[in-house]
């Protein structure tokens, strides 16, 4: 089972993450996402188990769980989609005028 681990501290490490759910059973993989550019984390990952009952009794005992100071919030990792992220958009523009200046009244 995949499981979506948020909140995690930017100062945890992956072995730190991965020992935290191997107390529930065994661990196959544990991830901290990191940001691309800047290459730290982003507070967020995904713990791999390949026991489910042992990865529901994890989510169970450690969503609200105080790790390192913060409160994680641990669930079932939903399917990815290939739909197209969104988000960004394009340049707008100052105050969202109609693209020409309305400092006068004459037109």
Same mark, same amino acid.
């Given at each position: 089972?995949?499981?979506? *681990? /948020?909140?995690?501290?930017?100062?945890?490490?992956?072995?730190?993450?991965?020992?935290?759910?191997?107390?529930?059973?065994? *661990? !196959?993989?544990?991830?901290?996402?990191?940001?691309? *550019?800047?290459?730290?984390?982003?507070?967020?990952?995904?713990?791999?188990? /390949?026991?489910? !009952? /042992?990865?529901?009794? /994890?989510?169970?005992?450690?969503?609200?769980?105080?790790?390192?100071?913060?409160?994680? *919030?641990?669930?079932?990792?939903?399917?990815?989609?290939?739909?197209?992220? !969104?988000?960004?958009?394009?340049?707008?523009?100052?105050?969202?005028?109609?693209?020409?200046?309305?400092?006068?009244?004459?037109?």
């Amino acid at each position: 089972m995949n499981i979506y *681990v /948020a909140n995690i501290p930017f100062k945890a490490s992956e072995p730190e993450l991965k020992g935290l759910f191997e107390e529930y059973g065994e *661990v !196959s993989s544990a991830k901290i996402v990191m940001d691309k *550019v800047t290459q730290r984390s982003r507070g967020f990952g995904f713990v791999e188990m /390949a026991d489910e !009952s /042992a990865a529901r009794q /994890a989510i169970t005992s450690l969503n609200g769980f105080n790790f390192l100071g913060k409160t994680l *919030v641990v669930n079932e990792a939903r399917p990815r989609t290939d739909a197209p992220r !969104s988000g960004g958009g394009g340049y707008r523009g100052g105050s969202g005028g109609g693209g020409f200046n309305r400092r006068n009244n004459d037109y």
